[in-house]
């Protein structure tokens, strides 16, 4: 399959501005279902604000929340795609700043020195291209995660040792829970990185903060940690916007990769309530836009 | 739990009447800071040509449309989507804008911290939460953008908003020294043993 880099251009500014503007729907109904389990009355009433401005940004086809984010796109690569890549991430680029400027987006991105604003969504290193490979024939996958401050301010390492075993890695979260508080703007989804080196184990966490509810970490014991911390972070309390209530969190997410012998790394990366993401799939039959 | 329907700016006795868990609607003029608006105002000695005495703030930095000029437009901004970001960060800045500017709430999400919580005791002043993330509901209630200054700054300029109905807005730090995030944080923090327990940490 040949990629026609216009359209990848044209699918990176569409898939922005969707992003933005629509909610997937695992995380609609995972706000539902908060709401409805919910026993603190601030927090249901904090819950049906969340579910009511879902609803004015689809009848006035606006955007959920005003931080547009720092724009990620996630590529994955199927089995004979013919495309070039250098171009490729132009395009995207492309893409990002096209919709941040013919929307128009806020810009929220600046130097981290200067604090200079391109009003591009674009800068050094900005838009975050993630580039992956799949075993999937003819296909083209790229998602876009504008992520939101609040939640990405609200991220964490830590190396522990060995001898701290797994209740350093359930500790460390229930703590990156409690200090976040109210400023990532929950209920979360908490996204737990567990081994890897270090920037690695802080990519993990990302992985698993914007994953879709519902899904499960392909690790069994992974998935036994997300179920386990995900009753225990409910329990504390902080409630949604850290105003009290039973939904802290939608979910812990775990995502794991092995690690070196000396080594117990463990990264949490919270997305917030308004879990945003989009994805366009191209293949030789023609684009497809969902979640 | 009383609901007050405010138009700005207000008086000192008005916000000594606010406790925590009081709702509050405003209508009038509200304004727009952000963390670069308040790093120049305070540490790079610039000046607003805004009187903000008895006013509201907003932590937020909006979604605009530049446009032509017009009574409906004034600034020559259309709002596009205008919500409400993360208070902590802004914590420092909470007493000189109440002792050099006289504002006396701070609207924004997530809570503000103890010297937030002093400065309201001591000069009148009221955190009042909204709820981040729910900005397309929030724009409905902004009806213009009367002004705009620093607007190099942009989109972190200070922005002057007309607003109807805005709210209902939850007091969550009061003038009376209660905050509902230090209450919450500690029976937060009262509860990580048993969490922990639960999950089999020794």
């Given at each position: 399959?040949d990629?026609?880099?216009?359209?990848?251009?044209?699918?990176a500014?569409?898939l922005?501005?969707?992003a933005?503007k629509?909610l997937?729907?695992?995380?609609k109904?995972?706000i539902?279902?908060?709401?409805?389990s919910e026993?603190?009355?601030t927090?249901?009433?904090i819950l049906?604000?969340?579910?009511?401005?879902?609803?004015?940004?689809e009848?006035?086809?606006?955007l959920?929340?005003?931080?547009?984010?720092?724009?990620?796109?996630n590529?994955?690569?199927g089995r004979?795609v013919?495309?070039?890549g250098?171009?490729?991430?132009?395009?995207i680029?492309?893409?990002c700043?096209r919709?941040?400027?013919?929307?128009?987006l806020?810009?929220?991105v600046?130097h981290?020195?200067?604090?200079a604003?391109e009003?591009?969504?674009?800068?050094?290193?900005i838009?975050?291209?993630n580039?992956?490979?799949?075993?999937?024939e003819?296909?083209l996958a790229?998602?876009?995660?504008?992520?939101?401050?609040?939640?990405?301010?609200?991220?964490?390492?830590?190396?522990?040792i060995?001898?701290?075993?797994?209740?350093?890695i359930?500790?460390?979260?229930?703590?990156?829970?409690?200090?976040?508080g109210g400023?990532s703007c929950?209920?979360?989804?908490?996204?737990?990185?567990?081994?890897?080196?270090?920037?690695?184990?802080?990519?993990?966490?990302?992985?698993?903060?914007?994953r879709?509810?519902g899904?499960?970490?392909d690790?069994?014991?992974?998935?036994?940690?997300?179920q386990?911390?995900?009753?225990?972070?409910?329990?504390?309390?902080?409630g949604?916007?850290?105003?009290?209530g039973?939904a802290t969190?939608?979910?812990?997410?775990?995502?794991?990769?092995?690690?070196?012998i000396?080594?117990n790394?463990?990264a949490?990366n919270?997305?917030?309530h308004?879990?945003r993401?989009?994805?366009?799939?191209?293949?030789?039959?023609?684009i497809?836009?969902?979640f | 739990?009383t609901?007050h329907?405010?138009t700005?700016?207000?008086?000192?006795?008005?916000?000594?009447?606010?406790?925590?868990?009081?709702?509050?609607?405003?209508?009038?003029?509200?304004?727009?800071i952000?963390d670069?608006?308040?790093?120049?105002?305070?540490?790079?000695?610039?000046?607003?040509?805004?009187?903000?005495?008895?006013?509201?703030?907003?932590?937020?930095?909006?979604?605009?449309?530049?446009?032509?000029?017009?009574?409906?437009?004034?600034?020559?901004?259309a709002?596009?989507?205008?919500g409400?970001?993360?208070?902590a960060?802004?914590?420092r800045f909470?007493r000189?804008?109440?002792?050099?500017?006289?504002?006396r709430?701070?609207?924004g999400?997530g809570?503000?911290?103890?010297?937030?919580l002093?400065?309201f005791?001591e000069?009148?002043?009221?955190?009042l939460?909204?709820?981040?993330?729910?900005?397309?509901?929030?724009?409905t209630w902004?009806?213009?953008?009367?002004?705009?200054?620093?607007?190099?700054?942009?989109?972190?300029?200070?922005?002057?908003?007309?607003?109807?109905?805005f709210g209902?807005?939850l007091?969550a730090?009061?003038?009376?020294?209660?905050?509902?995030?230090?209450?919450?944080k500690?029976?937060?923090?009262?509860?990580?043993?048993?969490?922990?327990?639960?999950?089999?940490?020794?």
């Open positions: 399959m990629v026609d880099l216009k359209r990848v251009e044209e699918a500014k569409e922005y501005i969707r933005l629509i997937p729907p695992d995380i109904s995972g539902a279902a908060l709401a409805r026993t603190d009355a927090a249901r009433t049906g604000t969340m579910i009511r401005n879902i609803g004015v940004a009848e006035r086809d606006n959920l929340c005003q931080d547009t984010g720092i724009p990620i796109y590529v994955t690569i004979g013919n495309l070039d250098y171009a490729l991430k132009q395009a680029r492309t893409g700043e919709a941040t400027r013919e929307y128009p806020r810009s929220s600046v981290p020195v200067t604090r604003n009003h591009s969504s674009c800068g050094r290193g838009p975050v291209i580039i992956d490979f799949s075993d999937i003819g296909s790229i998602e876009m995660i504008p992520k939101g401050s609040g939640s990405e301010n609200s991220s964490w390492l830590k190396m522990a060995p001898a701290e075993g797994v209740d350093a359930k500790t460390f979260v229930v703590d990156c829970v409690l200090e976040s400023k929950p209920p979360t989804i908490v996204g737990v990185g567990v081994g890897g080196t270090a920037d690695l184990c802080v990519h993990l966490a990302k992985l698993a903060a914007t879709p509810l899904s499960h970490c690790d069994p014991e992974g998935a036994a940690l997300e386990a911390l995900s009753a225990a972070v409910n329990q504390l309390g902080v949604p916007q850290g105003l009290g039973d969190a939608f979910a812990v997410h775990v995502e794991t990769a092995a690690t070196h000396t080594m790394p463990v949490v919270m997305q917030c308004s879990a993401r989009a994805r366009a799939t191209f293949t030789a039959g023609g497809e836009y969902g | 739990m609901h329907e405010f700005t700016p207000v008086d000192e006795a008005a916000i000594r009447a606010l406790r925590v868990n009081d709702t509050v609607t405003l209508n009038g003029t509200l304004y727009g952000r670069a608006t308040q790093i120049h105002l305070f540490d790079r000695g610039r000046k607003t040509r805004f009187d903000l005495a008895g006013h509201a703030v907003i932590h937020t930095a909006p979604n605009v449309k530049r446009v032509e000029p017009s009574p409906a437009h004034p600034a020559g901004y709002p596009v989507c205008v409400t970001t993360t208070s960060r802004m914590e909470t000189p804008l109440m002792s050099q500017y006289g504002v709430m701070i609207i999400k809570g503000m911290l103890a010297d937030s002093a400065a005791a000069l009148g002043g009221v955190y939460a909204i709820v981040g993330g729910a900005a397309a509901l929030e724009t902004i009806e213009q953008i009367e002004d705009v200054d620093l607007d190099d700054l942009n989109p972190e300029s200070l922005w002057r908003f007309r607003v109807k109905g209902p807005l007091v730090m009061d003038s009376h020294g209660t905050s509902l995030y230090t209450g919450l500690a029976a937060a923090a009262g509860r990580r043993a048993a969490a922990l327990a639960s999950l089999g940490v020794k």
